[in-house]
Every structure is written in structure tokens, then in C-alpha cells.
């Protein structure tokens, strides 16, 4: 509420780092790019304290559609565009200040970007935000900042970003800055840097498994207070052991070259340093037929994932013979469930060697135990036969429950062709005996 338009006009200047999450929209038709204000607006009040502004392109009214309190309501806000901007504020309003905007299409149009000119004409170094509408939360800005807090210049920072935090699939979004060469820009004036020590897999070594455990520890440096792992361009949480100077973590490979990246920021005598280090390996093995991933992103959750043959229906088939899944993780046509995960975050990996049953393979998510959390974001990334990748989500589960809560249908694999077809429906199943397990069955 007290980011209202005075608040705009007047109080973003003379920092840093500016970090805005609002709103946002762009006018093609006028070249206009929009954020929207925390002031609830009227059409007598625009009209009455905002002509001018109005006149001159700087400033509008638009109805934003919210939940609140489990309801949908649509609520109008005053709005304020890149000329606002260029109006209310002088050069040197922005010295070297890094803006990022949190904001749906804040850096559309890579002709002219005009929010990012808007603020660089001002004085700021560098502008950061979203192509398109995004469902990108505020963590991935805060893992930004750690990484620029730690002297990294800015196109090393968002190189190190997991996929998820700079694109969003429902939009094709991409986060990019302006302008490009902003590409050497830094927060604070120099990196400090820690070092890791990869024990395994091992730089230029062979692995005859789809699955291996990569180990490693810090060996300079107190402890890692984030680390990423990206393996193949997916990019996974490091599972830390409780020293938080140790890892070991599962991981499905695939067959040929895999490439595999640690950044991560750790903690040292008078701040913070850089971690990251990057190599190659080989899997010595026939590529699989079908390889999937899936990745959540909460800690202490169990989401699982589940592979229906063809010709099986849903929900009726679900948490049977004919259901790849926890209890069955070897089944007897030909999928298998490689590397499973109850703790958060995943990975877990549904694979096909040979995919021997010709027909239409349904993929599934679903949300067995949320721990406390009120939700999680998942994320699939599916490949046939060693091809590209097909990445699939943000997709928001709330209710969870051993039999029955939140399913989503991620897409459909048919063989022999190897097309993979999306879906993305999210069904809510009813609890099955009251959330409790079926006789016979046991979890892990």
C-alpha cells in the first residue's frame, strides 16, 4: 500500500539495487511498458488528479484479477509507464543502480525495451526483468542478488541462475537485462571466490549406470549456504549433509556426454564468496528410449512421479501393476523408477530402456505429502531416445494426500515414433480412506 504513485515518483532514486515485484503489462500498440502501483485507483480520482499524466502517456488505471483469502477478486490499481519514469525522475537519479523488475513483460520488445531506457537514461547500470508474463516468484531475484552480493559481474550471476528462476514454459518468458552490455556489471567491486572438491562423478570419466551418487566438500571456505548442481542444463538444488561442507545426492544420467556444473555461494570470514566449478563425463550405456525428470521446489515434500502404460485409464489405474511409481519401480513392461525422493526437491527419474509396449505412456505428478507447506511448484523434463529436451511447468500443487489430492498429467509419450505430446491438466483426486495408505502398501 505505501508503494503508491507519489511513492514512484519520488523514491526509488539515489539507491544500489532497486528490487520491484508488481504487476506489469506492454502496449503494443503504443510501444508503452506498465507497472502497476500498490494505490487503489477510481476512475473520478485518475481523472481529477491525473489529467496530465494521462495526456502524456505516464499514467492509467487497470483492473488486476487477485486471490485473496482463497477468492478471486479484481481490484483496479493505478498504473504508472516507462514515460512516468522518464518524467519524475533527472540524470544521476540512478548512479549505477542495478533496477530489477519483478514484473510481467517489463523488458518486452528487444528493439527498445522502453522501461529499461527509461531507467538507464536516468543513470542506472543495468535493468533486469521478464520478456514475457511470468509466474517467477521472488526467490529467484533474492538467489540474483546473492550471487551479485558475492562480486559476481551481472551475466555470471544469471548464467548461474537454475533454468527455473529465468524462464517460465507458459510464456516462453526469458529473464534478460538491458542493455546488453550491462554484461560486466557488478553490485560490489570485486568476487571472492571458494573451491569445491568434486569426488564423483569425476572430470572425463565413464559410467557404465543411468544413475550414479555425486559426492563432494568444500575445501575452502565455513559452508555453502546455497548450492545448485546442473546436470545436462537442469539445474537441481545440492543436497547439503548437515555440515553443510558435504554433499551426496542421486542422480539419473544419460547415455553419451553429460555435463555437469556446481555454483553455489558460501560463507566466509567477513561475508560471502562463489563457488563453481564445471566439467564433462561420459554414460557408457544404450541411450534410453525415454528419460524423465522430475523437480519440486519445496524442502521437507514428497511429490512423486507416476508413468502410465498404454491402454491404462486414470484415475482407476494409478498405484497399479500398470502404474510405474513408488511401489512398483521395476515393472514388468519395461519402465522403471531410478531415482526416487522424499525429502524435497527432487530429483526423481522414470526411465525406459526399451520401450518394447508400443502405444500412448501417460506422465503424472502427484502431491503425496506436503509436510507442512501450503504448496509446491513442479517441473518435468522429458527426452526420447537421447534428443532434445522438453520442459514442462511451473505447475502450482496445494492439496496433497497419499491416495487422492492434486494430479497433474504432464503429457504423453507415444512409441514406436517417440512423440511427445503436452497436456498439462491438473486434476484434484478425492482422498482415498481418509489419506491412509491401502492395505498392503508401504511408502519407501
Not at 546488453?180 to 569425476?202: K, Q
Not at 566466509?268 to 521446489?297: H, I, K, M, Q
Amino acid at each position: 500500500p505505501n508503494a503508491n504513485v507519489q511513492f514512484f515518483k519520488t523514491g526509488l532514486k539515489q539507491f544500489g539495487a532497486v528490487i520491484i515485484f508488481a504487476h506489469g503489462s506492454h502496449t503494443d500498440a503504443t510501444g508503452r511498458t506498465w507497472l502497476q502501483t500498490g494505490e487503489v485507483g477510481s476512475i473520478a480520482g485518475l481523472l481529477s488528479n491525473y489529467q496530465s499524466e494521462i495526456q502524456a502517456g505516464q499514467m492509467d488505471m487497470f483492473d488486476v484479477a487477485e486471490t485473496r483469502g482463497g477468492q478471486r477478486v479484481t481490484t483496479p490499481y493505478y498504473s504508472i509507464s516507462d514515460n512516468f519514469i522518464q518524467a519524475s525522475y533527472t540524470a544521476g537519479d540512478f548512479p549505477g543502480t542495478i533496477v530489477y523488475l519483478g514484473a510481467c513483460q517489463g523488458l518486452k520488445n528487444p528493439n527498445t525495451r522502453p522501461m529499461g531506457q527509461a531507467f538507464v537514461a536516468k543513470g542506472a547500470s543495468a535493468v533486469i526483468g521478464w520478456t514475457e508474463t511470468n509466474r517467477v516468484g521472488p526467490s529467484a531475484a533474492r538467489r540474483l542478488f546473492s550471487f551479485l552480493l558475492c562480486g559476481k559481474i551481472l551475466s555470471d550471476a544469471v548464467r548461474s541462475l537454475p533454468r527455473e528462476d529465468k524462464t517460465d514454459n507458459y510464456a516462453s518468458a526469458i529473464l534478460t537485462y538491458h542493455p546488453s552490455s550491462a554484461d560486466n556489471v557488478r553490485l560490489i567491486p570485486t568476487e571472492r571466490r571458494a573451491a569445491l572438491n568434486l569426488v564423483r562423478p569425476l572430470k572425463d570419466s565413464v559410467y557404465t549406470s543411468r544413475t550414479l551418487t555425486m559426492q563432494g566438500n568444500l575445501i575452502s571456505g565455513d559452508s555453502i549456504s546455497l548450492g545448485l548442481v546442473e546436470l545436462n542444463a537442469v539445474a537441481l538444488r545440492l543436497a547439503l549433509q548437515s555440515d553443510r561442507k558435504s554433499f551426496s545426492q542421486e542422480l539419473g544420467i544419460k547415455s553419451g556426454t553429460n555435463s555437469i556444473r556446481i555454483t553455489g555461494l558460501v560463507d566466509v570470514s567477513g561475508g560471502c564468496a562463489c563457488v563453481d566449478t564445471a566439467y564433462t563425463f561420459r554414460g557408457n550405456f544404450e541411450p534410453l528410449d525415454l528419460w524423465t525428470e522430475l523437480r519440486w521446489n519445496t524442502d521437507n515434500t514428497d511429490v512423486d512421479f507416476h508413468l502410465l502404460r498404454p491402454g491404462a485409464g486414470f484415475p482407476g489405474e494409478l498405484w497399479t501393476p500398470t502404474d510405474c511409481y513408488y511401489s512398483n519401480k521395476v515393472t514388468s513392461w519395461g519402465a522403471f523408477l531410478d531415482v526416487d525422493n522424499t525429502g524435497g526437491r527432487g530429483p526423481e527419474h522414470i526411465t525406459i530402456p526399451t520401450a518394447s509396449v508400443q502405444g500412448v505412456y501417460r506422465l503424472f505428478v502427484h502431491y503425496y505429502a506436503a509436510q507442512g507447506a501450503s504448496s509446491t511448484s513442479a517441473y518435468v523434463t522429458v527426452s526420447v531416445r537421447n534428443g532434445p529436451d522438453q520442459n514442462f511447468g511451473p505447475m502450482a500443487l496445494g492439496q496433497s494426500a497419499r491416495r487422492g489430492g492434486d494430479v497433474w498429467e504432464v503429457c504423453t509419450v507415444e512409441f514406436p515414433s517417440g512423440t511427445i505430446t503436452r497436456v498439462m491438466n491438473k486434476t484434484t483426486l478425492p482422498t482415498v480412506a481418509n489419506g491412509l495408505a491401502i492395505a498392503g502398501e508401504r511408502k519407501r
